[in-house]
């Protein structure tokens, strides 16, 4: 293209550029001058799989483009319910869920393996595709000068690790790099957008916390193809179902957390081992949610939750445990368990 300039001013809005990261920030510049001559919102959208690892020393369009993340399909998307009212817009509006009692159970373990990815709503199993898609995006490392064939052991070892909070170093050794190929490998996946982890919750008010986050993929199931679990052996261990159900429900949630613009954290002290596996953070709210793989959560489960709201006091808006039964019920003040289905948006 010649003139980019001249060629994009003269097209009809709004328009579509696909793979732009391909066209280097030549093609940002450009559009910079035409925004800067016209600032009429709407006019371009931007679309790539992967953020360049550089854009140069500056960014052209710094207060000139909102960046929106596309993440997974969410259960009730792959379903026709995306429509609907999410559950976290609900609750932050003071809609809590209604109490029941003796619902019917429609939470299915098949779940955690059914992809986001759009492209598998279609396929009666997606194992060998999720397996090329990691493949693929490793090949990423080979464009940039470092092995590909670690970097999909790594992403092995992520999958592995799901809902885990560990320190990186943990990470590079059973991965068998060192400290810099880690650097670079975290770096590429979180470009592509297939790494996700949840960050360490911060506050002045609560003491030794740990700073680790917990790792997570974008999607579910290909943490699960990547780490060889199938149904049956999440249907045998309940211990390892829970570790991937939580991953489920952060897959979830951060497209909800995107939409009120929120920020999505987990809390783990250092010293008396309190832990909360979701805290979100809201316009000065926080809710906090702890998932259980189980059916009638108990006031038990809620402890942490409710030594949290002991310590935010005011800031503590609601807390949940999230179970995969079928009922919702109060299980403390400010304290209910609700299905994961409801949280999903399904029940």
């Not at 600032?39 to 790539?48: H, K, M, N, Q, S």
């Not at 995306?82 to 003071?94: E, K, Q, R």
């Not at 609700?338 to 029940?347: E, F, S």
């Amino acid at each position: 293209m010649a003139d980019p300039t001249t060629y994009l001013a003269a097209l009809e809005p709004p328009i579509l550029i696909d793979e732009w990261q391909l066209a280097g920030t030549d093609l940002l510049w450009a559009l910079k001058g035409i925004v800067d001559d016209d600032p009429r919102p709407g006019r371009f959208i931007l679309t790539g799989s992967v953020e360049p690892a550089s854009y140069g020393p500056t960014y052209p369009l710094t207060a000139r483009a909102v960046r929106l993340v596309m993440r997974p399909m969410t259960v009730s998307e792959l379903e026709g319910l995306g429509a609907d009212p999410p559950f976290l817009t609900s609750v932050l509006n003071g809609d809590l869920p209604a109490p029941t009692a003796g619902a019917p159970a429609t939470f299915d373990t098949s779940w955690l393996l059914r992809s986001g990815f759009p492209v598998t709503r279609a396929m009666p199993e997606t194992t060998l595709f999720l397996e090329a898609y990691a493949g693929l995006v490793s090949q990423r490392a080979g464009e940039e000068g470092r092995d590909s064939s670690r970097l999909l052991r790594t992403m092995r070892v992520l999958a592995t690790l799901e809902s885990q909070a560990v320190p990186d170093q943990r990470v590079w050794e059973a991965a068998d790099i060192n400290k810099v190929t880690w650097k670079a490998y975290d770096d590429i996946l979180e470009r592509t957008h297939l790494s996700v982890p949840s960050p360490a919750f911060e506050s002045n008010r609560l003491k030794r916390l740990t700073t680790y986050p917990k790792r997570f993929l974008a999607d579910t199931a290909l943490a699960l193809a990547l780490a060889d679990v199938h149904r049956d052996d999440l249907r045998a261990s309940p211990s390892l179902a829970g570790q991937y159900l939580e991953s489920f429900v952060l897959q979830q949630l951060r497209p909800q957390v995107d939409l009120v613009g929120g920020v999505l954290t987990h809390l783990r002290t250092s010293g008396s081992g309190k832990e909360v596996d979701v805290v979100i953070e809201v316009g000065g709210r926080t809710l906090a949610i702890e998932v259980k793989h189980g059916t009638r959560p108990t006031v038990g489960d809620a402890r942490h939750l409710r030594w949290l709201r002991q310590e935010l006091g005011d800031r503590f808006a609601q807390g949940f445990v999230a179970h995969t039964g079928a009922d919702t019920y109060p299980l403390d003040e400010q304290v209910w368990a609700i299905p994961v289905t409801v949280l999903a948006g399904v029940a």
